[in-house]
């Protein structure tokens, strides 16, 4: 068995919605049926016995190792703690190949846990040994690092639940929430909006203590100080005890709380100066440890936190208690888990012996040894929701204490008897006030109610009704995708919307180009929701990007397919007949949004037969009302886009609103009808969308289909009086419609100058020029600058070969050189005469011919 290449599918993709890792497996004659490696089973199992079941009973099936390797991989992942469900094996058109796709949450895991399935599988062919416990870990682990922590997860997780689009931008805890011009930025538990001053005071706990004060909210009496001397000093006018703390520390790093004597002090100032060069020491006020987490202008959650402690069993010594406490599967490392494991080091040390213990000693039954005088849950502390008692006015003080500093999250650490009476009362006060505060001990309290925080956190950032979307069309098919891609966004700039567009051609975003080259797969789709000028987007969706790493979205409002049609790449990526393309171009329809609408050509059957797929409505449409399915679906009261009398007619139940054909420059009129269709589709993607017909009419009346707005798209140019039309089709359907078209357009003698891609099937090529040869007096051939894999001449004998016996055709040249070719054609025009130029170097053809006309003129 080999693995011939991996994928990583982060988008909505031909097998599944979730993100998944696509495997190209080949497999020998005997890899096919497990039965017949004597003990494979036996000996896969002995080495994985967690792998579950290898294949449904009563299937009759033979087991493939492609199939023994998918399992391995989700099983895997799945023992990790990865919540993974879907993985599945197919069979292609090639013999012993396969295509396995197992799901992902996190990438790298992903990949390598395909990589630990196929060492399992060749150490259970090879009999050689494979420990799954230490995989497993390594996946853990692996998985640990790389997933987003709690504080920010839960705020991912309640963007997610209100359908927000989530895009993770670094592998930090920097997260994109919504699309565009729309979207708003979070960093673990802190806000866009949060300015870099205010968090600059929260990290100063001497000026924040000033301010607090300046306010009228209780703090501890105390200052900075500039030596173990200087901390003696102010630990003597505040009053012992005092708490020693960093300036500028965070998660409780550096701090010693109840410090009684001048030996504690010492030891104290140099763990803190070991964090920072500035020292502060403060009054230290008895009482309960608290944590108040305010969201804007409310108090959302409540805990108090306990020190890292173990209780006494008169059997295990203080060592053997914090392992025992340690092994609760909630504590960890780092902050990915709820609770953090206790550490038996310096401090700790140095805590117990403050009571005469030892690491080695053996409290008695009930004994409560603490561990660290701070409760902070980074340094193995634990927490208990209080968020339904905290009286009135400690959350009143709490809130003030964040305004005052400008945080819109603060954790605010209150020091005081009791969280149920006014802190004035009981000589209580604010010891820190903290930005991006950790929100474990609320998401998982050790005792008491967890509390969902991550949602008045996005409630704050998105007023509830909004989803940080922008207007998102996505557009693919065979033939007409460019053109009806570009339409759609010019009606949306039509409506005053900064429209941001991904195609063939490029990314453009309000008009500008931002990247070149054939942008039409999912990275440009990303970049193109992720600029902050986006107002709307209209996204073409390419078969290769598809088949690469799948959709760059999770949903879309409005999905159009225009057609799918034969030579569509067949072949390639083992798609191989028409049905396979549909199939693939469905992935487009099966995600729009459920209020929204797939736009789908009623005359293609293998696009109407898209419609169940659908979970919004569908909006059909064709140039013939009287197709079986546009008629019943007019009867069931929907949407339908068709022709009528020299109109395009968008009708549901009995409203009709109708565009003349003669205000549509694109149409020519209608002589053009891949043309219509590429506007009713446009029509139906914007009615869709909810745009006034007035703007619709207006944007149709203005987009010409000239070479600067749809390059490569039926651009009609003037030579000497003769017309000359340059195209990028580039498949039998595609030619079959140009032929069409320029059948409607008058010309005495008609040329055409024809490539082939080399990516094609042969029978696609000589189907091109058998096409044309019906249809032009005149074919000039040339060589394509890239031949994509085939020899040279090979793609001119195919096209020849599809001009042999050719009804029409008189003459037949062969050039090499594309804009030797087209010189050489339009060197041969006469007025009145047509010639159509299928270019291959659009942007350079198209180029070539401008100046070739305007020399002319």
Same mark, same amino acid.
């Given at each position: ?32 049926? #497990? ?15 967690? $792998?579950?079941?290898? *294949?449904? %009973? ?40 396969? !295509? ?5 949450? +996190? ?56 359908? $927000? ?32 001053? %205010?968090?600059?005071?929260? *990290?100063?706990?001497? &000026? ?55 030996? !504690? ?69 780092? #902050? ?10 310096? $401090? ?71 969280? &149920? ?44 009704? +909004? ?57 440009? %789709?990303?970049?193109?929701?992720? #600029? ?24 879309? *409002? ?20 028409? +049905? ?11 995600? =729009? ?32 009302? #009287? ?47 891949? !043309? =219509?269709?590429? %506007? ?57 419609? &140009? ?58 004998? &195919? ?47 198209? +180029? ?10």
């Amino acid at each position: 068995m080999q693995i011939i290449r991996t994928r990583a599918l982060r988008g909505p993709n031909l097998w599944t919605r979730s993100t998944a890792i696509e495997a190209i497996v080949q497999c020998s004659a005997a890899e096919h049926d #497990h039965h017949l490696l004597p003990g494979f089973e036996e000996r896969l199992r002995a080495r994985f016995p967690k $792998i579950g079941v290898l *294949q449904p %009973a009563g299937t009759g099936q033979p087991l493939s190792l492609a199939e023994a390797l998918e399992t391995a991989a989700l099983q895997l992942q799945a023992l990790a703690g990865c919540p993974v469900t879907f993985s599945r094996t197919h069979a292609t058109v090639e013999e012993g190949t396969y !295509q396995v796709v197992v799901e992902y949450t +996190e990438e790298a895991v992903g990949l390598r846990a395909m990589e630990l399935a196929a060492q399992l599988i060749a150490a259970a062919l090879d009999d050689t040994p494979f420990d799954a416990d230490a995989a497993v870990a390594e996946l853990h682990d692996l998985d640990e690092d790389e997933r987003i922590g709690p504080s920010t997860g839960a705020i991912v997780d309640a963007a997610v639940a209100r359908g $927000i689009p989530v895009k993770r931008l670094t592998a930090g805890s920097l997260v994109q929430l919504g699309w565009g011009s729309r979207a708003r930025r979070i960093q673990a538990a802190e806000l866009d909006v949060t300015s870099a001053v %205010a968090e600059s005071i929260a *990290q100063d706990k001497d &000026l924040t203590k000033r301010l607090l004060h300046a306010a009228g909210v209780p703090v501890p009496m105390g200052r900075p100080v500039s030596s173990a001397e200087d901390a003696w000093a102010v630990a003597e006018e505040v009053g012992l005890p005092v708490v020693v703390k960093p300036q500028d520390g965070n998660q409780g790093k550096g701090v010693t709380v109840n410090i009684t004597t001048r030996a !504690q002090l010492d030891a104290a100032y140099a763990t803190a100066q070991y964090y920072s060069d500035e020292v502060m020491v403060e009054r230290f006020m008895p009482g309960h440890d608290f944590r108040l987490l305010v969201v804007g202008d409310q108090l959302v959650a409540a805990a108090r936190r306990e020190p890292p402690q173990v209780l006494g069993d008169g059997v295990h010594t203080i060592a053997e208690l914090v392992d025992i406490v340690n092994q609760d599967p909630r504590r960890g490392s780092g #902050h990915g888990t709820a609770l953090t494991k206790i550490r038996l080091d310096d $401090i700790a040390i140095a805590r117990i012996a403050a009571e005469g213990l030892t690491p080695a000693s053996v409290p008695a039954q009930g004994q409560r040894v603490v561990l660290r005088n701070n409760a902070n849950l980074s340094t193995g502390g634990s927490a208990t929701d209080v968020t339904d008692d905290v009286h009135p006015e400690v959350v009143a003080r709490a809130i003030e204490a964040a305004q005052t500093i400008g945080l819109h999250i603060c954790g605010v650490d209150v020091i005081c008897e009791s969280i &149920l009476r006014p802190l004035e009362e009981q000589g209580g006060g604010i010891c820190e006030v903290n930005a991006a505060p950790g929100l474990r001990m609320h998401l998982a309290p050790s005792f008491g109610r967890a509390r969902n925080v991550g949602v008045p956190m996005v409630d704050a950032i998105f007023p509830p009704g +909004e989803d940080g979307r922008v207007p998102l069309v996505a557009v693919t098919g065979s033939n007409g995708k460019p053109t009806t891609t570009r339409l759609i966004a010019h009606l949306f700039t039509a409506h005053g919307w900064r429209t941001a567009m991904t195609n063939t051609d490029g990314v453009y975003v309000n008009g500008r180009q931002i990247d070149s080259g054939d942008c039409s797969g999912p990275r440009s %789709a990303r970049n193109a929701l992720a #600029h902050p000028e986006t107002d709307a987007a209209v996204l073409e969706c390419a078969r290769g990007g598809l088949l690469r790493e799948g959709l760059g979205f999770d949903r879309c *409002q409005v999905a159009v397919v225009t057609n799918v049609g034969e030579g569509d790449h067949l072949g390639l990526n083992f798609i191989t007949t028409v +049905e396979d393309v549909a199939v693939l171009k469905r992935v487009i329809v099966q995600n =729009v949004a459920a209020s929204g609408y797939a736009v789908l050509n009623a005359a293609d059957p293998h696009v109407a037969a898209m419609a169940p797929a659908c979970p919004g409505k569908v909006i059909f449409f064709a140039l013939d009302r #009287h197709h079986p399915v546009m008629a019943t679906h007019r009867a069931q009261g929907q949407r339908v886009v068709y022709v009528d009398d020299g109109h395009i007619v968008a009708a549901e139940d009995s409203w009709r609103e109708k565009i003349a054909l003669r205000d549509i420059p694109l149409t020519r009129g209608g002589a053009i009808s891949f !043309q =219509v269709e590429n %506007a009713m589709a446009s029509v139906a993607a914007a009615w869709a969308i909810g745009l006034p017909w007035d703007t619709i009419r207006r944007g149709l009346a203005g987009f010409v289909n000239d070479s600067d707005n749809a390059p490569g798209r039926f651009n009609v140019m003037d030579y000497r009086g003769a017309t000359v039309i340059a195209d990028y089709g580039h498949n039998p359907d595609a030619i079959r419609a &140009l032929v069409q078209a320029v059948s409607a357009m008058p010309g005495k003698t008609r040329s055409v100058v024809i490539s082939g891609a080399g990516d094609r099937r042969d029978e696609d090529i000589s189907a091109q020029t058998r096409i044309l040869g019906q249809a032009f007096d005149d074919v000039v051939l040339y060589q394509d600058a890239c031949q994509r894999g085939r020899a040279d001449g090979e793609v001119l004998a &195919l096209l020849q070969s599809g001009l042999r016996g050719a009804p029409r055709t008189r003459y037949v040249t062969e050039i090499h050189g594309e804009f030797l070719a087209i010189d050489h054609a339009l060197a041969r025009l006469q007025p009145g005469d047509l010639c159509l130029v299928l270019v291959d170097q659009v942007q350079e053809a198209l +180029e070539h011919l401008q100046r070739r006309c305007a020399e002319a003129a």
